[in-house]
């Protein structure tokens, strides 16, 4: 499957962004997904991840209340709505597909989009 990621953007903290992230091929379903972010010189942060049927999902501790992810299968897209952005929330965002079930961790993710730069100004 192949990702792309789009949505980023210079925001002012305290503003709302949506994040999507579009799957080529016919077998998104049964894909979990996730969204991770980066800064560079750190490693690559979990974010936020759901199931195939949209039914589970986890989220880091950082933007837990603040961040919604959501899918639909039939559009083949995943979303990541960010409300409340802070500047430590500025990061290169990338989704990323599972063929498992939903995890957190970067090393189980079999696909990878490029990254959607999301830049939160004080």
């Known amino acids: 499957v192949q990702l792309q990621a789009s949505g980023g953007g210079l925001v002012q903290a305290g503003d709302s962004l949506r994040l999507t992230c579009a799957a080529s091929?016919?077998?998104?379903?049964?894909?979990?997904m996730g969204w991770f972010r980066q800064v560079p010189g750190r490693e690559r942060e979990f974010v936020a991840s759901i199931g195939r049927r949209g039914t589970d999902t986890y989220y880091a501790d950082s933007v837990k209340g603040r961040f919604l992810i959501s899918r639909v299968n039939s559009q083949n897209s995943v979303y990541l709505e960010m409300n409340s952005l802070k500047p430590e929330d500025t990061a290169d965002y990338f989704c990323?597909?599972?063929?498992?079930?939903?995890?957190?961790?970067?090393?189980?993710?079999?696909?990878w989009g490029q990254g959607t730069l999301v830049t939160v100004s004080s």
């Open positions: 990323a597909a599972h063929s498992g079930t939903t995890t957190t961790r970067p090393w189980h993710y079999n696909y």
């Open positions: 091929g016919r077998t998104f379903s049964q894909y979990s």
